[in-house]
T-cell receptor, first 114, second 110 residues
Framework: DAGITQSPRHKVTETGTPVTLRCHQT?????MYWYRQDPGHGLRLIHY???????DKGEVSDGYSVSRSKTEDFLLTLESATSSQTSVYFC?????????????FGPGTRLTVT | SQQGEEDPQALSIQEGENATMNCSYK?????LQWYRQNSGRGLVHLIL?????REKHSGRLRVTLDTSKKSSSLLITASRAADTASYFC??????????FGAGTTVTVRA
């Protein structure tokens, strides 16, 4: 795997609690992405970042926020977790825009909201 | 919305056979990418084909792209047990985002 780690790798939380997932990269790539993967849906983009403090929404951003204060870290926060946010979350990085470069994925975080 | 849609959803083949899966997309793209995911792992990039390319090879992988039909295919030749995985196409229609399909699950029988 490219130098991407995600923490925690597994988490069980209760409905209504805030949750923060962390993605850390050592590749100094400019672009970072958060996806969720659910059966039958493939990967869906939640938020992405194109630089420090530069972020934008993806197709399923409701209920999620992100922050990027350093090149290497991209945080995903569920402000008040709901059962519909039970999923596997993947972070990805890219050297530049996907017009020319592939994405490298982290190992994933399995989140269960009870 | 999903830009890439794979077909078939699942494929079971004998070791040594070829595996072919198809991907259709809806809008114009600047490139199309294929990824593999082993069970419980993250996605691994396999190959990227740009909109002005028609065919690309990488080892036992062959990808074609037909922009007039908005479709792509991935061929894995001489399959091995280690090729057992899910395969995803992802369409890039702007510089920052990929739209993934739901994937094709390939099982290679020994």
């Amino acid at each position: 795997d490219a130098g991407i780690t995600q923490s925690p790798r597994h988490k069980v939380t209760e409905t209504g609690t805030p949750v923060t997932l962390r993605c850390h990269q050592t590749e100094n790539h400019r672009y970072m992405y958060w996806y969720r993967q659910d059966p039958g849906h493939g990967l869906r983009l939640i938020h992405y970042s194109y630089g420090v403090k530069d972020t934008d929404k993806g197709e399923v951003s409701d209920g999620y926020s992100v922050s990027r204060s350093k090149t290497e870290d991209f945080l995903l926060t569920l402000e008040s977790a709901t059962s519909s946010q039970t999923s596997v979350y993947f972070c990805a990085i890219s050297e530049s825009g996907t017009g020319f470069y592939e994405q490298y994925f982290g190992p994933g975080t399995r989140l269960t909201v009870t | 919305s999903q830009q890439g849609e794979e077909d078939p959803q699942a494929l079971s083949i004998q070791e040594g056979e070829n595996a072919t899966m198809n991907c259709s997309y809806k809008t114009s793209i600047n490139n199309l990418q294929w990824y593999r995911q082993n069970s419980g792992r993250g996605l691994v990039h396999l190959i990227l084909i740009r909109s002005n390319e028609r065919e690309k090879h990488s080892g036992r992988l062959r990808v074609t792209l037909d922009t007039s039909k908005k479709s792509s295919s991935l061929l894995i030749t001489a399959s091995r047990a280690a090729d057992t995985a899910s395969y995803f196409c992802a369409a890039s229609s702007n510089d920052y985002k990929l739209s993934f399909g739901a994937g094709t699950t390939v099982t290679v029988r020994a």
